[in-house]
């Protein structure tokens, strides 16, 4: 709760003008029962029209006011939930944007969905709750006991022997429901990842004729989900029955005590129309108290959650050159003996922290000169992406040095580090936009450097046939665009920036080797000054590299050029024959 709070507090003049707005209507709709009742039994007996006209309108003005506050609280009240929810929303996806690779992996994709989704909702609905039913159903039970008290004492307390009974209730339900709201959201961060699975993967689904499997699978985990929120809304629904029960048990003694006091003239009948209609507001505050209660069970689940990732810390902080480590040599890029492996950081939140991990990297060194460039080789899990995740400081390593420039990476400012670079990742994205912008993607680039970076990435040819050239609208995820085509696209982003670093991950194996071979020789003479690190499962793409670096499970067992390698290195040696046999 202390996060809506703190969100509230953004808009703390506009929520408090909400709830004296809410106040005050609440306060006018009390008087209106008393109005009611002063017309019974004073006006309408002196048997004169004007009178009654006159307190008549003044009962309906009085309403006329009442609503209109209402209304007006209302508009204030669910306009200043939406800013709190778009506010926490923009929060939750800027610190999204900044978590480290360790943490974005402990969260998890469909969780962070979910928290930015379901969670953002339910927050929203407590903020909207808070202003409104916070100040109408405490004022309607306790204004209406204290109106009801001044009319007839021995009535109200009919109800007032209850209420300790129905608060406590409320508040002991209420206690159950946050675990049981908490268990809920984590049920629907699995419904997430496994529609999110199959949406991403529904190709496939389709090609195995598998439909049927993952129907059954996405039934399994939607009704745990489903018993998840069943048990938890039953617990909280709990109080209502009872309450209705005591309730109308009240009623009916209001009515039976209050008709007698009547006829003995104890009590004039206005008094007792008033009466119950207090006695529907007293119901009504009671009523909303549990509404509070429920909708806050819900709400404090979700903030907390939300709070888990906007309150992070960051891991990932900035050394001052005392605190870093010093290169061993002044090449531009260098690794000295690193360690790495995912999830054993203090930072982990998976529930592995303290297993025994394998490591990702083992005795990693390596340097490349400014302007020089080095390839990576190997199978698939070798490690040879994570190098690329430590280089870029998505992760730090676990022991050991990463260097760029003679300086250690971890005393770069993040987007000082990253804008060295143009990368294309293994599994690169393509927004839903026009060509241009994905290449582009919001920097600064001259017209000159796009059409360059186009001709290089040797996706010219395939913009020019289409009929709106760079203005031609990508469809989600690239869907509208082949393999090939989607990685010339990103080759093109990553060099239109001209980076002091390119790192090109695993980025032709859709292209044939006609064009993966003109798109290295225009890179090599157009880019000469990019450091280049290559990732690649064919020999051929790296085999002019200055440098070579084969990988098996996370340890270096070759470096050297393609020449040394073919000597001194079995493993690389086997591969090139096996792939340059393929292509003859």
């Given at each position: 709760?202390?996060?809506?709070?703190?969100?509230?507090?953004?808009?703390?003049?506009?929520?408090?003008?909400?709830?004296?707005?809410?106040?005050?209507?609440?306060?006018?709709?009390?008087?209106?029962?008393?109005?009611?009742?002063?017309?019974?039994?004073?006006?309408?007996?002196?048997?004169?029209?004007?009178?009654?006209?006159?307190?008549?309108?003044?009962?309906?003005?009085?309403?006329?006011?009442?609503?209109?506050?209402?209304?007006?609280?209302?508009?204030?009240?669910?306009?200043?939930?939406?800013?709190?929810?778009?506010?926490?929303?923009?929060?939750?996806?800027?610190?999204?944007?900044?978590?480290?690779?360790?943490?974005?992996?402990?969260?998890?994709?469909?969780?962070?969905?979910?928290?930015?989704?379901?969670?953002?909702?339910?927050?929203?609905?407590?903020?909207?709750?808070?202003?409104?039913?916070?100040?109408?159903?405490?004022?309607?039970?306790?204004?209406?006991?204290?109106?009801?008290?001044?009319?007839?004492?021995?009535?109200?307390?009919?109800?007032?022997?209850?209420?300790?009974?129905?608060?406590?209730?409320?508040?002991?339900?209420?206690?159950?429901?946050?675990?049981?709201?908490?268990?809920?959201?984590?049920?629907?961060?699995?419904?997430?990842?496994?529609?999110?699975?199959?949406?991403?993967?529904?190709?496939?689904?389709?090609?195995?004729?598998?439909?049927?499997?993952?129907?059954?699978?996405?039934?399994?985990?939607?009704?745990?989900?489903?018993?998840?929120?069943?048990?938890?809304?039953?617990?909280?629904?709990?109080?209502?029955?009872?309450?209705?029960?005591?309730?109308?048990?009240?009623?009916?003694?209001?009515?039976?005590?209050?008709?007698?006091?009547?006829?003995?003239?104890?009590?004039?009948?206005?008094?007792?129309?008033?009466?119950?209609?207090?006695?529907?507001?007293?119901?009504?505050?009671?009523?909303?108290?549990?509404?509070?209660?429920?909708?806050?069970?819900?709400?404090?689940?979700?903030?907390?959650?939300?709070?888990?990732?906007?309150?992070?810390?960051?891991?990932?902080?900035?050394?001052?050159?005392?605190?870093?480590?010093?290169?061993?040599?002044?090449?531009?890029?260098?690794?000295?003996?690193?360690?790495?492996?995912?999830?054993?950081?203090?930072?982990?939140?998976?529930?592995?922290?303290?297993?025994?991990?394998?490591?990702?990297?083992?005795?990693?060194?390596?340097?490349?000169?400014?302007?020089?460039?080095?390839?990576?080789i190997g199978p698939t899990g070798c490690g040879k992406t994570?190098?690329?995740?430590?280089?870029?400081?998505?992760?730090?390593?676990?022991?050991?040095?990463?260097?760029?420039?003679?300086?250690?990476?971890?005393?770069?400012?993040?987007?000082?580090?990253?804008?060295?670079?143009?990368?294309?990742?293994?599994?690169?994205?393509?927004?839903?936009?026009?060509?241009?912008?994905?290449?582009?993607?919001?920097?600064?680039?001259?017209?000159?450097?796009?059409?360059?970076?186009?001709?290089?990435?040797?996706?010219?040819?395939?913009?020019?046939?289409?009929?709106?050239?760079?203005?031609?609208?990508?469809?989600?995820?690239?869907?509208?665009?082949?393999?090939?085509?989607?990685?010339?696209?990103?080759?093109?982003?990553?060099?239109?920036?001209?980076?002091?670093?390119?790192?090109?991950?695993?980025?032709?194996s859709a292209l044939d080797y006609k064009t993966d071979a003109?798109?290295?020789?225009?890179?090599?003479?157009?880019?000469?000054?990019?450091?280049?690190?290559?990732?690649?499962?064919?020999?051929?793409?790296?085999?002019?590299?200055?440098?070579?670096?084969?990988?098996?499970?996370?340890?270096?067992?070759?470096?050297?050029?393609?020449?040394?390698?073919?000597?001194?290195?079995?493993?690389?040696?086997?591969?090139?024959?096996?792939?340059?046999?393929?292509?003859?």
């Open positions: 709760m202390k996060l809506i709070f703190r969100y509230m507090g953004r808009y703390k003049s506009f929520v408090f003008i909400a709830m004296v707005m809410k106040l005050a209507g609440t306060v006018v709709e009390l008087m209106l029962p008393t109005i009611f009742e002063h017309i019974i039994d004073n006006v309408v007996p002196e048997g004169k029209l004007v009178p009654v006209l006159l307190w008549g309108l003044g009962m309906f003005l009085t309403a006329i006011l009442c609503r209109e506050l209402n209304v007006r609280a209302n508009r204030r009240a669910i306009n200043n939930a939406h800013h709190v929810s778009y506010d926490v929303r923009q929060d939750l996806f800027r610190k999204t944007e900044n978590l480290s690779g360790a943490q974005f992996d402990a969260f998890g994709l469909p969780s962070i969905i979910s928290r930015m989704t379901s969670d953002s909702y339910n927050v929203q609905s407590a903020v909207q709750q808070l202003q409104l039913m916070c100040i109408r159903a405490p004022m309607m039970l306790v204004g209406g006991i204290f109106v009801a008290m001044l009319m007839d004492l021995h009535l109200t307390l009919i109800m007032v022997i209850m209420l300790p009974l129905l608060l406590a209730i409320i508040l002991g339900v209420s206690a159950k429901g946050l675990p049981l709201y908490a268990r809920v959201q984590r049920k629907l961060d699995v419904v997430v990842r496994v529609m999110r699975e199959n949406i991403t993967g529904i190709r496939v689904v389709k090609a195995l004729s598998k439909s049927d499997y993952e129907t059954r699978r996405f039934a399994r985990v939607n009704e745990e989900m489903t018993k998840s929120d069943i048990t938890a809304t039953t617990v909280m629904a709990i109080p209502g029955p009872f309450m209705q029960m005591c309730l109308n048990t009240a009623l009916a003694l209001v009515v039976i005590i209050g008709a007698r006091r009547v006829n003995a003239g104890q009590m004039e009948p206005g008094v007792i129309l008033a009466f119950l209609t207090y006695f529907n507001m007293i119901t009504m505050g009671i009523m909303g108290l549990s509404r509070i209660f429920m909708t806050m069970s819900r709400a404090s689940a979700s903030a907390n959650r939300i709070a888990a990732v906007i309150d992070a810390d960051t891991d990932l902080t900035v050394l001052t050159g005392d605190e870093a480590k010093k290169p061993a040599g002044d090449e531009f890029i260098r690794f000295e003996n690193v360690d790495f492996s995912y999830g054993e950081d203090s930072h982990d939140t998976s529930g592995f922290v303290g297993e025994t991990r394998a490591k990702a990297l083992s005795g990693i060194s390596f340097a490349v000169k400014r302007g020089e460039s080095l390839g990576i994570t190098i690329i995740n430590l280089l870029m400081r998505f992760y730090d390593a676990t022991s050991g040095g990463v260097f760029v420039d003679g300086r250690d990476v971890r005393t770069y400012d993040k987007d000082e580090l990253r804008r060295r670079f143009g990368t294309v990742f293994q599994n690169d994205m393509v927004f839903q936009d026009t060509l241009r912008e994905n290449i582009t993607f919001g920097r600064k680039v001259s017209e000159e450097d796009v059409l360059a970076a186009v001709r290089d990435a040797q996706a010219a040819e395939f913009v020019a046939g289409l009929p709106d050239g760079l203005e031609h609208e990508a469809a989600i995820k690239g869907a509208n665009l082949s393999g090939g085509q989607k990685q010339r696209v990103f080759v093109a982003r990553a060099l239109a920036g001209r980076p002091e670093i390119l790192v090109l991950d695993d980025s032709s003109a798109m290295r020789r225009a890179i090599a003479e157009n880019h000469g000054d990019s450091t280049i690190i290559m990732i690649a499962q064919r020999v051929s793409s790296v085999m002019n590299m200055t440098q070579i670096m084969v990988l098996d499970n996370g340890k270096c067992i070759g470096l050297g050029t393609h020449e040394e390698l073919m000597k001194t290195c079995r493993p690389y040696r086997e591969t090139f024959e096996a792939q340059m046999g393929e292509i003859e």
